[in-house]
């Protein structure tokens, strides 16, 4: 769990005040709605037995729990600051971010950190990242209709 709390937590917060730094309304903005999502997906992942993440704890959904408040909002967080600040088409960046997640999920996967269950494969898992940085994009599209 150590190595969660390190790898999930710590390591992407170290980044995030980095980038709280350059652009505090992105990450007061996308932060919240990014943890909304990881722990909805998550739970549902868990709930139905799609994955697991070692280690697993009595409560199965806490040993992802530093992923769900550290990685995945400050890889949202990173994704909106590269679409704010980058020529790319903002749909590349959706991809080309959840292709690098799936691959992060993909190594973890091949160490046994990650196991799937009930039909889940590496393609769900692509997809069950596009979904929510897809989600926070227009999110931050909405934002900026509203002049926020």
Known sequence: MIGNIFW???IPWVFGFWLYKQDKKLIL?????????SFIINLFGFHFGFWSFTPILKTKE???FPLNVGLYPMLSSYLIYLIQ??????????????LCTTLFEYIEL??????????????W?????????FII????VALKKLGI
Request: charged residues 5%; aromatic residues 26%; proline residues 5%.
């Open 110 to 123: 091949f160490f046994g950190k990650v196991a799937y269950g009930h039909g889940w494969n590496i393609f």
């Open 29 to 37: 903005l996308i932060v919240p709605l990014s943890v909304t999502l």
């Open 8 to 10: 999930g937590f710590i």
């Open 85 to 98: 600040k980058n020529k790319l088409h903002p749909y590349i960046l959706v991809f080309i971010f959840a």
């Open 62 to 64: 806490l040993s992802v």
């Open 125 to 133: 898992t692509f997809w069950s990242y596009v979904l929510p940085y």
């Open 137 to 140: 994009y227009r999110y931050h």
